[in-house]
C-alpha cells in the first residue's frame, strides 16, 4: 500500500502551531505587524536575526512558525497572508509594565520589517490567597486609571481577566491583566493565546472600516447619478441614448473598480471577524457584576464596523444591479428605435420595389408591340426577299393574317418572362 504524497503535510499540519505550556508569574508582548512592501523572505531574514540576537537558534528557510525558549526568555513567530506575530514571554518575579524584557536589546524593533498594527501586554499574577477581606473581582488600582475596564471571570472561573483595550506605551500596546486562580500550564499557554489572537484579529478585521466608509461614499454619489438617468430614460430624445448608455458605462466601470479595491479587504475582514466571535467564545467568559465582558465590548464597539462593511458590500452588489437594469432597459429602447429605423427603411425599399413593378406592367404592353412590330418586319422583309408575284403576295397576306397569333405568342412569352416577379409581388 502506497502512501498519500500528502499525507506526512496534512499529519504535520495537525499539530503545527501548538500551544505552549505557560505558568505565573509570566510577562508577555504580543505584536502584529503587516508585511506591507516587504516579502516573505526579507521578513524571515529579519526575524531569524532577532531570534540569533535573543540566543536562539536561527529559522529554518520555510519557516513560517518559531517557539523556541532561551532562559527565562521565550520567543515565538507566526507568519499569515498579509502579516505575521510576534511574541515574547519572560518568566520572573518582577513583572512590570514597561515595555521591555531581560534578554531584549532597547533597539530590537529597529531591525524588524513591516507596520505594527496592534499589540498586547499581558501580565500574569498569581491569586493572592493571604489577603482576606478583599474582593477577588475588584479592579485593580493604578494600573488603567480612569479608562473603562473590560473585565471576566474566563475558563471556568479558572483565571480572571481586566483590560481596557486602550493604547499605551512606546509601542502602543493595550494592556490586559490576567489573574491565575488554578490555572493548568497548558490552560494558561491557550488563554494567553487567544487573548493575543482576539487582540489581532480585532485589529486586522477593523481594516476595511476604511474602505467601506469610502465605499459608502461613492455609492451615494453615483446612487444619486443613477436616479437621475433612470428619471430620464422615458423621455430621452433621439440622440440622446447613446449619451446616457455611455454614462452608464462610466457608473459600471466605476463601481467595478471600487469593488476590485475593496472586495478582499471586505472578505478578509469577515474571516478574521469570525475568528474574533470563535475566540471570545472559548474564553468561556463569566460576567463579573458592574463590568462588561470582553465579548459585550466586542460586540458594542467592532460589530457595528464589520456590519458597516457588509452594508458597503450589499450597496455595492444593489447598485451594480440597478446599472445593470438601466442598462438593459436602455438596450431595449435603443433596439426599439433601431428596430423600427429598419422597418421604416424595408417599408421604404417596398414602395419603391412595387412603382418599380408597376412601371414594367405600364411598359409591358409597349414591349408586346415594339417585338411584335419588329417580328412582322422582319417577316415581310424575309418575304419580299425570298418571294415574287403571286407568291410574294400570297404569303403577304398570310402574314397579315397571322398579326393576331404573332401578337398572342408575343404577349404569352412576355408574360412567362415577367410572371415570377408578379407573384412576388
Not at 531591525?111 to 496592534?118: D, K, P, V
Not at 482576539?198 to 461613492?218: C, E, N, S, W
Not at 438617468?229 to 449619451?243: R, V, Y
Request: proline share 3%.
Amino acid at each position: 500500500m502506497k502512501s498519500h504524497p500528502q499525507r506526512q503535510q496534512i499529519a504535520d499540519e495537525v499539530h503545527a502551531r501548538p500551544f505552549q505550556q505557560l505558568s505565573s508569574p509570566l510577562k508577555v508582548m504580543h505584536f502584529a505587524v503587516m508585511n506591507g512592501e516587504y516579502n516573505a523572505e526579507d521578513i524571515l531574514q529579519s526575524i531569524s536575526a532577532l531570534f540569533v540576537a535573543c540566543g536562539a537558534q536561527p529559522l529554518g528557510a520555510s519557516a513560517n512558525f518559531s517557539f523556541q525558549d532561551v532562559g527565562q526568555l521565550s520567543v515565538r513567530w507566526e507568519a499569515h497572508n498579509e502579516f505575521y506575530t510576534l511574541t515574547f514571554y519572560y518568566c520572573g518575579e518582577q513583572q512590570n509594565w514597561q515595555q521591555s524584557m531581560p534578554g531584549l536589546s532597547q533597539d530590537w524593533s529597529d531591525s524588524i520589517l513591516g507596520e505594527l498594527i496592534t499589540g498586547v501586554q499581558i501580565l500574569v499574577k498569581p491569586r493572592d490567597h493571604n489577603t482576606e477581606g478583599e474582593d477577588p473581582d475588584q479592579v485593580p488600582d493604578d494600573i488603567f486609571g480612569r479608562n473603562q475596564v473590560i473585565g471576566s471571570h474566563v475558563m471556568r472561573k479558572a483565571a480572571t481577566v481586566w483590560t481596557d483595550f486602550k493604547a499605551q506605551g512606546q509601542f502602543g500596546l493595550d494592556r490586559i491583566l490576567l489573574q491565575d486562580n488554578h490555572l493548568h500550564d497548558y490552560q494558561c499557554g491557550r488563554l494567553i493565546q487567544r487573548l493575543c489572537e482576539i487582540d489581532t484579529y480585532r485589529a486586522i478585521a477593523l481594516l476595511g472600516l476604511a474602505p467601506a466608509r469610502f465605499a459608502m461614499t461613492q455609492v451615494t454619489t453615483l446612487g444619486a447619478e443613477l436616479s437621475v438617468i433612470t428619471d430620464h430614460l422615458s423621455n430621452l430624445q433621439a440622440g440622446e441614448e447613446s449619451d446616457a448608455l455611455s454614462a452608464l458605462m462610466n457608473m459600471a466601470a466605476k463601481i467595478e473598480e471600487i469593488s476590485a479595491e475593496t472586495g478582499h479587504r471586505f472578505s478578509a475582514s469577515d474571516a478574521y471577524y469570525a475568528v474574533v466571535s470563535m475566540r471570545i467564545s472559548e474564553l468561556e467568559e463569566t460576567r463579573i457584576e458592574g463590568l462588561q465582558t470582553i465579548e459585550q465590548f466586542i460586540d458594542r464597539r467592532v460589530d457595528p464596523a464589520m456590519r458597516t462593511c457588509k452594508a458597503a458590500a450589499m450597496r455595492l452588489d444593489r447598485i451594480s444591479q440597478r446599472i445593470a437594469r438601466a442598462s438593459n432597459l436602455l438596450r431595449s429602447k435603443i433596439d426599439l428605435s433601431t428596430e423600427k429605423k429598419v422597418h421604416d427603411l424595408l417599408s421604404s425599399m417596398n414602395k419603391r420595389t412595387r412603382r418599380q413593378l408597376t412601371l414594367q406592367a405600364k411598359l409591358e404592353t409597349f414591349s408586346i408591340i415594339v417585338v411584335t412590330y419588329y417580328l412582322f418586319d422582319l417577316a415581310d422583309r424575309t418575304i419580299r426577299y425570298l418571294a415574287s408575284g403571286k407568291t410574294e403576295e400570297m404569303a403577304t397576306n398570310g402574314l397579315v393574317y397571322s398579326l393576331p397569333a404573332v401578337v398572342l405568342g408575343v404577349w404569352w412569352y412576355v408574360r412567362r418572362v415577367t410572371k415570377e416577379f408578379k407573384s412576388e409581388d
